[in-house]
């Protein structure tokens, strides 16, 4: 869930995405993947820039979540 790379996949509006981070506990690369709390920060810094709207960040983040891990959405 870099910034970089959400912008990127987001501003293409691919169909099939799916957006994680991971919590690297090795303090000698901080920051060498995202942090769990930097996927609300980096969607709505986007939001706010028009590269994405909300039905399409809705799409990725409940529709392909619950469709690829075959859940029901809370």
Sequence with gaps: AKLSDL?????????RLLVESDYI???????VSS???D???NVNR?????????????RVMIDNITRFYRVEPP
């Design 35 to 37: 942090y769990p709390w």
């Design 25 to 31: 506990d090795d303090l000698r690369r901080p920051g």
């Design 46 to 58: 986007l939001l706010e820039e028009h590269v994405t709207s909300e039905d399409y960040v809705y």
């Design 39 to 41: 996927i609300a920060v």
């Design 7 to 15: 912008r990127k996949s987001m501003s293409e509006r691919r169909s």
